[in-house]
Each structure stands twice: as structure tokens, then as C-alpha cells.
């Protein structure tokens, strides 16, 4: 089966085509970094707009970097939600339009869990159950995965998510936007015993998190020390980006003996955090699985994947396009269902 996947769900537009059988065959991403680096964050008007501007000749692109045409396609998979609401329609509308020209199939694939199946388009695939961490801009979730759609939520972020939490450390300390690739370069050089920044809620049962004190936190260890200097925004930068990350992987280490999983995945564009991986794969008595660096933050080839695992199992939808911009992924149905 030939799936085209497309993604508009916040700041990037991707388009990729996947086969069932050869794997992924192109991927193609256009960024909207530098469209929102002035505002610090994501003005949603602008982004519905460039999504218009971007996604047919992306379309046309990927179709030819995979040696295929419209006419080989056997179905269409798009980003239904979460996201905002007038980037998703973009997708939604284009992708549904596209399919019922060809007479294909089309679904609306849930973005955090497209996400949450990118790291199976390895060959070593864990196996089920296994815990995921979704760890992105907009979400921080620890699920347990039954199979595809048979998710069960162990916890989650109670306010900030950590992929927020970077953007606004970052924001604090003069760096660029997405906050999280700038932390992380700041903070090589950065001395990681200068603070001892807060591990929020790892003091008490549970497995949910909380990000917002450790911003606040951040903030007044900023102001206390202005005007920063380089080695000041390296050691801050550094401290931060421990303490979100030991955060993690103590929740991580919780869920694991909690539910006795031999197998983590960890998804979203924070699970590209090399410091994340590298605690993880040390501290925890489980395998840890990730996808390649490109295929963390939002892409076209996690939607295409997802949907052709649905579409194989004769998954339908009716003519109709409806996208959310709220979406527990715990209502999905499983996809063998």
C-alpha cells in the first residue's frame, strides 16, 4: 500500500510517501522557524497561511523524489489534531479533497500518535506493551501502548510542557526560537554543579509532571544575575536542561518499574535531545527506542506510517473532514478494531 502522509498541525509542512512493503520513500519538510523567530512563538495565522503557499509544490516534490504519481497512490493520511485549528484544515482539506478526486481512501491520523509510532519504522520494533514518553512543544505524556490505538495514559504534564518549558528558558536567556536546539548548544560548554535547579513533583508519587515552578525558577535565577554574560547563560542554560532531563528520567525509571516493561520509546521533538538519550539509555533497566533525529519534530513520514498501519487493517473513514484542536489520544479506537 502507497500512502501519502501530510502534516499541518503547527509550524512545518511535510509531505512523505510511504510504502508498505520498500518503507519510506521520500520525505520532504519546509520549516517555519524563521517565518515566526521574531514573535518567539508561533503566530497561528501566518502559519495557516504559509501551509497554503507550501503544500501543493511539496506535494508535487515528494511524489517525485519517491519516483511515484498521484495515480499510484492507494490512500491519503493527514493530521487531524491536536494542533491549531487553521493549519490542521489546511492538511485535512487538501489531503480529503486529493483522495476523493483519486477515489482513495483518506484518514485523519492523531498527531501525537503518529509521533508515538515513528520510532517503528525501524526494523527493531519493540515489542508490545511497552511505555512511550511523548515529550514535544505541546505535549509531555507517559502512556502505556497495548497496540496501535490501545493506549492507556500513566501521566502527564499538569501545566507547562517540557518542549514549552525550553522555548521560554530560551526566550529568558536571549537565545533563538525553538528554544530546545539552542538550550542544548548554550549548554555543552555550561558547568551543570553552578545551580541546583528544582526536579519538579519527583519528590512524591505519581507520574505526572510539572514544568511551570522550574520556569519561574529559571526567571528569577536569570534577573538575580543581569546582565548575563556568556559563561552566566552557558552555566543557566546547562543547569536547566539537567534538571528537565533528570526529571524525565526519573518519571521514566517510575513508569518502567511500575508497569514492569523491559522496552521505552520516547517521542516528540525533545525525545532529539542527545542528553535525554543518553540518561535514559543509562539510568533505566529497559531498552530504549527513538527515532532518527529527523523524524522527531513534526513530519510528514510519522503521518503517512501511521495511516497506512490503519488503512491495512481496512480502516474507512466517511466524506467528511473534521479536525480537533483538542484530541485525548486515549479515545482512539484500536486499529485492528
Not at 82 to 103: D, E, H, K, N, Y
Not at 166 to 195: E, N, Q, S, V
Not at 216 to 240: G, M, Q, S, W, Y
Request: proline share 6%; net charge negative; glycine share 10%.
Amino acid at each position: 500500500m502507497l500512502v501519502l502522509g501530510i502534516e499541518t498541525s503547527c509550524d512545518e509542512t511535510g509531505l512523505a510517501v510511504y510504502d508498505s512493503q520498500a518503507g519510506l520513500l521520500a520525505n520532504v519538510l519546509h520549516s517555519q522557524v524563521e517565518l515566526h523567530a521574531d514573535y518567539g512563538g508561533v503566530v497561528p495565522e501566518l502559519a495557516s497561511r504559509d501551509h497554503i503557499r507550501k503544500i501543493v509544490p511539496l506535494t508535487r516534490a515528494v511524489l517525485d523524489r519517491a519516483g511515484r504519481s498521484l495515480a499510484d497512490l492507494d490512500g491519503v493520511a493527514y493530521t487531524a489534531g491536536p494542533g491549531l485549528m487553521g493549519a490542521l484544515l489546511v492538511g485535512a482539506g487538501f489531503g480529503r479533497s486529493l483522495a476523493w478526486t483519486l477515489g482513495i481512501p483518506a484518514l485523519g491520523i492523531h498527531h501525537m500518535e503518529a509521533h508515538l509510532l515513528a520510532p517503528l519504522m525501524d526494523a527493531a520494533q519493540p515489542p508490545l506493551p511497552f511505555v512511550a514518553l511523548l515529550v514535544s512543544g505541546g505535549h509531555t505524556q507517559l502512556v502505556e501502548v497495548d497496540g496501535i490505538g490501545a493506549y492507556t495514559m500513566l501521566g502527564e504534564s499538569l501545566d507547562d510542557a517540557a518542549g514549552e518549558a525550553f522555548d521560554k528558558a530560551a526566550k529568558m536567556l536571549g537565545l533563538g526560537y525553538p528554544g530546545g536546539p539552542h538550550i542544548a548548544r548554550c549548554a555543552i560548554d555550561g558547568d551543570p554543579a553552578r545551580f541546583r535547579f528544582p526536579r519538579p513533583m519527583t519528590d512524591r508519587p505519581g507520574l505526572d509532571f510539572s514544568f511551570s515552578g522550574l520556569k519561574t525558577f529559571t526567571l528569577n535565577t536569570v534577573k538575580a544575575h543581569e546582565p548575563l554574560n556568556d559563561r552566566d547563560r552557558a552555566d543557566i542554560a546547562r543547569c536547566f536542561e539537567e534538571a528537565v532531563v533528570d526529571t524525565l528520567a526519573i518519571k521514566c525509571r517510575r513508569a518502567i518499574d511500575q508497569n514492569g516493561a523491559g522496552h521505552l520509546v520516547i517521542a516528540g521533538g525533545v525525545s532529539a535531545n542527545v542528553r535525554l538519550r543518553e540518561r535514559l539509555e543509562s539510568k533505566l533497566d529497559a531498552r530504549v527506542h527513538y527515532a532518527e533525529p529527523s523524524l522527531c519534530t513534526d513530519n510528514g513520514a510519522m503521518v503517512a506510517f501511521a495511516g497506512c498501519q490503519r488503512l491495512l487493517t481496512g480502516e474507512t473513514e466517511p466524506l467528511r473532514i473534521v479536525t480537533r484542536a483538542r484530541w485525548p489520544m486515549t479515545s482512539l479506537a484500536p486499529a485492528n478494531s
